[in-house]
């Protein structure tokens, strides 16, 4: 293996040999985003996982690197867009696709252009991606009126202005999932201890883009730490409150204790109960994390993609007496929870990093990102 070091961007060019893919032909890794890097070999694309194994087919004309668990991919001259583990949120049929952030890429399919979204919704019974059809003569970023703004010209001539503020209120309009999480185009962290190799790297950019966690001070993230009570239940009051929409994400918090606010909340909202916790600065286990997240109304209001029977049946360490199983199950059975191994243990005793628990405010936030175990 070679490694060829930049230190500006830190780009990292490996140049695997046939000894990692027995039978297989040398390919070459090109810097890590989110826990992969491009992969090449005799010129086609795909991508490989922090130890260097191939873990999206290396079949695309060429790639980008993934930004906030999306990356678009080129597929016999048409553009698409894949997440982590190479499943298609939107498939590859345009000619060209540029993102506007929000989950969403302004799309051009022959001389029609219009804006596709990463997350299906109903529109007139039937499933589409399409927030404004391919009908345009041109889509664009611009500015309005002093505002950053999507701007669609018709075939006529005329131009229809949208803010780009504005987007998520219409997504939550048209019933796409989790518009009540955007993404943020460009906000993405830089902490000292997250590198791009990392596997939490992209949990802990979704994370912090939809204001669910952020860094804890002097540019650290610090990933290996274990989440206390206060964290857990904050992160919780947090999700709930983004979710509803009400002010509690939005408003400072001065109390003190710096938690005692959240645990008001959380109270309130049903999430916890009194004297469900008689330390908060204690750290939080794996089947207590559940407990709170899936109380959230977040996470009660999404619905099934895993079998529960077959979720009782693999998750061996869980009993159906144990007080948690339900949230531990039904965490299982949405999609959130993956497990900490390929037997999809969960080990209920165990604390949580804090990088583990980004993993799991990333997908209960974020509906692309939720699992089909089987």
């Known amino acids: ?136 003569a041109k889509v664009e970023l611009g500015v309005s009126g002093g505002l950053d703004a999507l701007i669609l010209t018709s075939q006529g001539g005329g131009r229809t202005v949208i803010p780009l503020f504005q987007i998520p209120g219409h997504l939550a309009g048209l019933g796409v999932e989790g518009s009540q999480f955007p993404l943020t185009r460009g906000r993405v962290p830089s902490f000292t201890d997250v590198r791009g190799q990392d596997w939490f790297s992209l949990w802990v950019d979704i994370a912090y883009n939809t204001g669910i966690m952020s860094g804890t001070g002097g540019g650290a993230f610090e990933p290996g730490r274990e989440v206390t009570v206060a964290e857990a239940i904050q992160m919780a009051a947090n999700m709930s409150s983004r979710y509803r929409g009400d002010t509690f994400h939005t408003t400072a918090h001065v109390s003190t204790p710096w938690y005692s606010d959240a645990v008001t909340y959380c109270l309130a909202s049903n999430i916890i109960e009194p004297y469900q916790f008689d330390d908060y600065g204690r750290q939080i286990t794996r089947r207590e994390l559940a407990q709170v997240f899936g109380a959230t109304e977040l996470a009660r209001s999404l619905s099934q993609r895993n079998d529960p029977e077959k979720v009782k049946g693999a998750v061996k360490d869980v009993k159906a007496d144990d007080p948690a199983a339900e949230a531990v199950y039904g965490l299982y059975v949405k999609g959130i929870l993956t497990g900490v191994n390929q037997d999809l243990s969960f080990r209920p005793d165990a604390a949580v990093t804090r990088a583990e628990a980004a993993a799991l405010a990333a997908r209960l936030a974020r509906p692309e990102q939720r699992v089909d175990l089987f």
């Open 1 to 136: 293996m070679r490694h060829l070091r930049k230190a500006a961007g830190l780009l990292v060019s490996l140049s695997l040999l046939a000894a990692v893919l027995p039978g297989a032909a040398a390919y070459t890794v090109h810097g890590y985003s989110e826990g992969l890097a491009q992969a090449e070999d005799a010129g086609k694309w795909g991508f490989a996982g922090g130890d260097g194994s191939p873990v999206v087919p290396l079949q695309y004309d060429s790639v980008v690197s993934f930004s906030l668990g999306m990356a678009a991919v080129n597929l016999n001259g048409k553009l698409g867009v894949i997440r982590p583990d190479g499943q298609y949120l939107i498939r590859p049929e345009y000619d060209t696709l540029m993102p506007v952030g929000y989950g969403l890429y302004m799309a051009q399919k022959g001389d029609g252009w219009g804006v596709v979204s990463i997350l299906p919704y109903t529109r007139e019974g039937e499933q589409t991606n399409e927030i404004y059809p391919l009908i345009y």
